[in-house]
């Protein structure tokens, strides 16, 4: 018997698309999925809310709704949407509820009507995998259940879709090695067992060079400090950093008012006791000559006698100030401070500030680097690798090898030996607790290179195995507590 065609139809297939959804959707994300799903029930039964909630263990999960934005997993709203498909879950039918029957506090749910229908199995009918949570807030003439009676068929194949593909791609988010661990036979499990045993053996006894990474900065082999070398006030600098200056080129100059008085009051003693010896020996003359004209008498003899012992005691008074005029004079012309060997200038920007100030007698005020004797690289080794290259040292017949280049030079690099290692601990400019190593650098370096310019690089300390190396951070955390 032929039923008459539904005039219904067309209309019911233009506004409800779920067959296109399950057509051109298969391949997309099942949550997209199911919120396109949520969004066409929700226009079909004009619902104010759908939300789609699966089975996740023992408790259940909202995934997709049909509103934007989507429920908050932690709220109470979400809560009874859980609620609600336990309670589907555990009668295998639907739950609908009205407002006024619903034993719940009034700020959990808004809705006057609330309609959960199950999602079954596609392979069984009797195994409820999903619930669709239908929920309204304003009345409506027709039930959701009677709105849902037309197009019920269609959703449940729809749903039982979606949730097909959930549950796949649930499975697909299984640990792959977990899953095949538990499938595979004896034979491979006891494979995988004996080969991360032979793996872990392997990383114990394979030796590889064990370097250590150092950072430092590069400073002049020899060099010597420029002192003030009395109190005055700074007149002028005739160096600046990094120039190169001759063996006695002049440095800087100092004025010291103290000294200058000194060299004047010398410089006029000196003068007096000059003017003073000279007068009494032009006197002796004159007496001498009065004497072999007239003759001697008793007043004469004293009076010669006197000029002779004050002559004396004159000449020896300028013999003094002469000494005390050099030595000042030689004070003064140290003021002015030169070079002592052919060097580069090393000069921090403070001390080239003090032009016009005074300063204290053994002040700081350059460095001359010794251009004969090259370079060194001091290295802030920290504490805790101090014992593997103290190790090294004491065991091998040479020095370490250290691969370093500079920082902002990464194309310079060099490999020197070792030179010295500090007996003491000190704190680096960050805090840390670093020995200071020396390593002279004996590879001729570019000209323009700075001096303090960051060094980086390894210092080899002999062979370790690889799995040493490669868990060390976490052995030197065991070490640490007496492990």
Not at 128 to 152: C, D, G, M
Request: glycine share 6%; with cysteine.
């Amino acid at each position: 018997m032929s039923h008459p065609p539904d005039p219904n139809a067309d209309r019911l297939s233009e506004r409800f698309e779920l067959a296109w959804l399950r057509g051109t959707d298969a391949l997309a994300d099942p949550i997209v999925r199911a919120q396109s799903l949520c969004g066409e029930i929700s226009r079909v039964v004009a619902a104010d809310r759908v939300s789609f909630v699966v089975k996740n263990g023992p408790t259940s999960q909202v995934v997709a709704t049909s509103t934007t934005p989507a429920i908050d997993p932690r709220s109470s709203e979400a809560g009874w949407l859980r609620q609600l498909a336990d309670e589907v879950y555990r009668t295998g039918t639907d739950v609908q509820v009205e407002r006024q029957s619903i034993e719940m506090p009034s700020d959990l749910t808004d809705a006057t009507e609330t309609l959960a229908i199950p999602v079954t199995d596609r392979d069984s009918i009797d195994n409820i995998e999903a619930a669709i949570v239908l929920q309204r807030y304003t009345s409506k003439p027709n039930s959701l259940a009677a709105s849902l009676a037309s197009t019920r068929r269609e959703i449940d194949v729809a749903a039982t879709e979606v949730a097909s593909a959930l549950r796949q791609r649930a499975a697909k988010s299984e640990r792959r090695a977990t899953a095949w661990w538990r499938h595979a036979p004896n034979w491979k499990r006891l494979a995988v067992v004996a080969g991360i045993g032979i793996g872990f053996a392997l990383l114990l006894s394979i030796p590889v060079p064990f370097r250590l990474s150092v950072e430092g900065r590069l400073e002049p082999a020899k060099s010597f400090g420029v002192f003030a070398p009395a109190a005055g006030t700074l007149v002028e600098m005739h160096a600046s950093d990094g120039d190169v200056v001759a063996q006695g080129a002049a440095l800087a100059e100092l004025r010291s008012v103290e000294i200058d008085l000194q060299q004047e009051r010398l410089v006029g003693e000196l003068a007096a006791a000059e003017t003073e010896l000279a007068t009494l020996r032009l006197r002796q003359s004159d007496s001498a000559a009065a004497e072999s004209t007239h003759a001697s008498s008793m007043g004469h003899s004293q009076d010669a006698a006197q000029s002779r012992s004050r002559q004396m005691v004159l000449r020896s008074r300028i013999h003094s100030l002469q000494a005390q005029a050099d030595l000042m004079s030689e004070v003064r012309e140290s003021l002015t401070i030169r070079a002592s060997i052919d060097g580069r200038i090393i000069l921090r920007d403070e001390q080239s500030e003090l032009v016009g100030q005074t300063i204290s007698q053994s002040q700081w005020l350059m460095q001359l680097a010794d251009l004969t004797a090259g370079y060194a690289a001091i290295i802030d080794l920290p504490e805790n690798d101090d014992a593997y290259l103290r190790r090294v040292l004491n065991t091998e017949q040479a020095n370490p090898i250290s691969d370093l280049r500079l920082l902002a030079s990464p194309d310079v690099q060099f490999s020197c030996k070792v030179g010295r290692v500090a007996d003491t601990v000190q704190l680096n400019e960050r805090g840390k607790a670093v020995i200071e190593v020396i390593i002279p650098i004996d590879v001729p370096l570019p000209d323009d290179v700075h001096v303090g310019a960051t060094v980086v690089g390894t210092i080899e300390v002999g062979r370790r195995s690889l799995g040493f190396i490669w868990f060390r951070p976490f052995i030197e955390f065991l070490r640490s507590y007496g492990w």
